[in-house]
């Protein structure tokens, strides 16, 4: 069985950054893509940032592209989330999501495996 834990959530005040990660065991971490999510209070879960199996290409929502940076470590089984120059509307639970194949994918329902979410407060 698949499991992702994430953590390095917090509270932080504009402007600041946070590092995410994500440790996956139980299955082929060198041959997934890796994504990370986010859901605010009231919102629906959004696509942040994706990584291929090999760590040749990324993707980033528009609203993160610049100041977040997704990488990952396949002999650590970890992908992390660098997060610069946070806003208060980064607030949000994030989570990591992992699918076998490499391809652009940035829907919630392309994702087979998911984390139980790491909270990331940014105050003004």
């Known amino acids: 069985q698949v499991q992702l834990v994430e953590s390095g959530g917090g509270l932080v005040q504009a402007g600041g950054s946070l590092r995410l990660s994500c440790a996956v065991s139980?299955?082929?971490?060198?041959?997934?893509?890796m994504g990370w999510f986010r859901q605010a209070p009231g919102k629906e879960r959004e696509f942040v940032a994706a990584i291929s199996w090999s760590g040749g290409r990324t993707y980033y929502a528009d609203s993160v592209k610049g100041r977040f940076t997704i990488s990952r470590d396949n002999a650590k089984s970890t992908v992390y989330l660098q997060m610069n120059s946070l806003k208060p509307e980064d607030t949000a639970v994030y989570y990591c999501a992992a699918r076998s194949g490499s391809y652009h994918y940035t829907l919630v329902r392309e994702y087979d495996y998911w984390g139980q979410g790491t909270q990331v407060t940014v105050s003004s």
């Open positions: 139980g299955g082929t971490f060198s041959s997934y893509t």
